[in-house]
């Protein structure tokens, strides 16, 4: 049992007060689709559930990536910080500005699309 009590100690804590977004935060997370394990351990401690799988369709495999709900991200980084100390290491967080000019997505503090980074040919 100390094992398994070890193992999660580098397991962050949640923000003390979790609410609705109700402006753009400073940062946004994005997920390196291609490094994604599709294990979704960041789904359970999102504190406010803006990840969810890719589509399988947009991928065609049998475990998809996991993707960001851009505009509902409050930037807490909770989801990266899990990702990195108990799988993979396949979210970063970005600042807003350049989150934006990288990807050409501008975020609004309205809780609406864009929803993960569109697939690049």
């Known amino acids: 049992m100390a094992e ?21 935060p400073k940062l946004v997370a994005v997920v ?12 359970t401690f999102c504190p406010v559930n803006c990840i969810a799988p890719v589509p399988k369709t947009k991928y065609n ?3 998809p990536p996991v993707q960001i709900k851009f505009n509902e991200c409050i930037g807490c980084s909770v989801c990266a910080r899990v990702c990195t ?23 609004t503090d309205e809780k609406t699309p864009p929803y993960g980074i569109p697939k690049t040919k």
């Open 61 to 63: 495999v049998p475990t």
């Open 85 to 107: 100390k108990l799988t993979w290491d396949a979210i970063e967080m970005l600042p807003i500005a350049e989150f934006e000019t990288k990807y050409k997505i501008e975020l």
């Open 4 to 24: 398994t009590a070890d193992h999660y100690k580098n397991v962050p804590n949640l923000p003390p007060k979790i609410t609705d977004k109700k402006k753009k």
């Open 32 to 43: 390196d689709e291609d490094n994604c394990t599709g294990c979704q351990v960041c789904v």
